[in-house]
Nanobody
Framework: VQLQASGGGSVQAGESLRLSCTSS????????MGWYRQAPGKQREAVAT???????NYADAVRGRFTISRDIVKNTLDLQMNNLKPEDTGVYYC???????????????WGEGTLVTVSS
């Protein structure tokens, strides 16, 4: 599947952004998908994932500020990011096609990232 992320930009701390990931294949409520990010000089990390069961997990650093959702009408995976902080700066990637289990997600399809820059 091909994934295309959009919605990144430059904002001030405390502002919001909404990222969207469009899939070339129809998204269903049973699809495991996720958002990851890579900050400068750091390894890529999971930000938010939704499992085929519907269970959602957030990184501790974003819990309460970010919301992941699948929109099967628009065929997108979205990430609403509120109260952004400078440490949220990075390239954000969406991922799909879980080849692992619902317990251990291993995504095989990745979109090109979208850059989020948060200044203080």
């Amino acid at each position: 599947v091909q994934l295309q992320a959009s919605g990144g930009g430059s904002v001030q701390a405390g502002e919001s952004l909404r990222l969207s990931c469009t899939s070339s294949r129809r998204i269903t409520n049973g699809d495991a998908m996720g958002w990851y990010r890579q900050a400068p000089g750091k390894q890529r990390e999971a930000v938010a994932t939704v499992r085929s069961s519907g269970a959602i997990n957030y990184a501790d650093a974003v819990r309460g500020r970010f919301t992941i959702s699948r929109d099967i009408v628009k065929n997108t995976l979205d990430l609403q990011m509120n109260n952004l902080k400078p440490e949220d700066t990075g390239v954000y990637y969406c991922a799909a096609d879980n080849i692992g289990s619902d317990l251990v997600l291993v995504f095989s399809s990745w979109g090109e990232g979208t850059l989020v820059t948060v200044s203080s």
